[in-house]
């Protein structure tokens, strides 16, 4: 996947786009809003081939223009697929040395197979003090069907149950992502077992050399983790969680990375695409833990 990048405040070679950018300090140290040009990339990143990600412009808001400021970027995102899908991006911000400042993730929802539709989003790293030369670019694309995408927020699914992920934990090669799952119904929910795990590829196609098993499967020993399936009774605003424990260990053979996690809560439930980004080394191991009833906040 290629991933483009802006050199700020310089003006590169190809097609220009001017944009509204803090860039002139005041006698008072307060920065003031004047128009720039920025370039526009000539290369987009790749949706692993269901969609492209283009960054169109980078500058600050006129809003933002009383101080220090996030960067804000413009970009598109076409779909190229024959389906909704839901587009997560991540852009990355470094200095002109290359370091690290930011990695934001942005969602766009629900993009019309064949559409390209338009974003902003700002990065959250402050734009002074600066050095002159941050990148801005696309570091990583995900896309899910629209249907399957989780949703942290805004309507409740049809079924009364919201299904996501955390972060994830890792220690030594350990990996351990956390579920959730949380009756956003007004009524009471049942849920026992463990969740349906299948691990897809960056194209959303099953991976067939990953054991996925019910339990730790012996990637490592976890407290609780092995505790036996009992019925959980989820109240209105109640949760319940599980995991998703793997190790990245790489011997001999080629090591497995499946981004992406169908999840079904229970046997008949609906399917939600997760984002685990899983590193499994050679390992052909996941365990998956049982729900329980999460503790009260």
Known sequence: MRSPALLLPAVLAGPLLLATACVVPHGDGRPSCASSAVPVPSASAGAEGTGDVEITAVGVPPAHCTGPAPFHVAFRVTNHSGEPLTYTVTFGLTTGAGEALANVPHTVPAVPPGRTVRGEADLGAPLAPRSGGERVRVVKVRSVPADEAPA??????????????????????????????????????????????RLLDEERKPVTDVEVFRGSGGVALVTGFDDPPRPVTLAPGESATAGLMWRNTVTDGTPVNAPYARVRATPGSPPVTLTPEFDLGTTGKLGVSAWKAAPAP
Do not use: Y
């Open 152 to 197: 942290p927020g805004g309507a409740c699914p049809s079924s009364g149950l919201r299904l996501t992920a955390d972060e994830g934990d890792a220690a030594m090669g350990l990996r351990v992502v956390g579920l959730r799952l949380e009756n956003c119904s007004s009524g009471v929910r049942r849920v026992e077992g463990h969740p349906l795990v």
